[in-house]
């Protein structure tokens, strides 16, 4: 079946823009994680979604960064007033129930955002 | 809180060479240890994992053992192809460092490894 998916793969914005990137789990999968990936600081939780809650953001790095969920399926992570630090590969990954330790986590292929 | 420390790299090794990438972990709880591979321009892939020690992940010829003793669980390949060239990341997941359950993965930095002919 399909893997995650992300949209766009790549985005180029001017700092102060916002940028909207979203992503769509594998069906049925009822978990959801965003993470960054920038050569400075590795992979970065930023925040999880059970169904439609996120009942954990503590990877949100400042209040310029919010996500939704929305019908358990496709997220969306918005920064707004974009930063040049914001640049980085911004990671999707889902697991297929409540989750445990032992989950397997499916990422999808990224996207790309350069702000200039 | 938890970390992961893995070798660092780049690591280059000629074809048929025997791989080690060590990795290291500190974890509040009970982890679940997995090694993540990206392979050029395409997204991370779970390579293998283990869920409790003494378990042994295996695929695609490369093996990791949980180590709880010595809190490690090094990655391992008897013969590299060039196929293999990659980055790869060890990772765990630990509900007691889990915001609401969330169970996030916990990253090393990456390593670097390319095979040549």
């Known amino acids: 079946g399909a893997g995650v998916s992300q949209s766009p793969s790549n985005k180029v914005t001017e700092k102060g823009k916002d940028v909207e990137l979203r992503c769509d789990p594998i069906?049925?999968?009822?978990?959801l994680y965003w993470y960054r990936q920038s050569l400075g600081q590795g992979l970065e939780f930023l925040i999880y979604f059970q169904g439609n809650s996120a009942p954990d953001k503590s990877g949100l790095p400042s209040d310029r960064f919010s996500a939704e969920r929305t019908g358990g399926s496709v997220s969306t992570l918005t920064i707004q007033r974009t930063q040049q630090e914001d640049s980085a590969v911004y990671l999707c990954a889902s697991s297929l129930r409540p989750p445990a330790t032992t989950d397997t986590q499916y990422f999808g292929p990224g996207t790309r955002l350069t702000v200039l | 809180g938890n970390s992961v420390t893995q070798m660092e790299g780049p690591v280059t090794l000629s074809e048929e060479a025997f791989l080690t990438i060590n990795c290291t972990y500190t974890a509040t709880g009970y982890p679940s240890l997995f090694w993540y591979v990206q392979y050029p321009g395409e997204g991370l892939q779970l390579l293998l994992k283990?869920?409790?020690?003494?378990d042994k992940g295996s695929n695609k010829g490369f093996e990791a053992t949980y180590r709880k003793e010595t809190t490690s669980f090094h990655l391992e390949k008897g013969s590299v192809q060039v196929s293999d060239s990659a980055v790869y990341f060890c990772a765990l997941s630990d509900l007691a460092y889990s915001g609401a359950g969330s169970y996030q993965l916990t990253f090393g930095k990456g390593t670097k490894l390319s095979v040549i002919p």
């Open positions: 069906s049925g999968h009822t978990a």
């Open positions: 283990a869920t409790k020690a003494d």
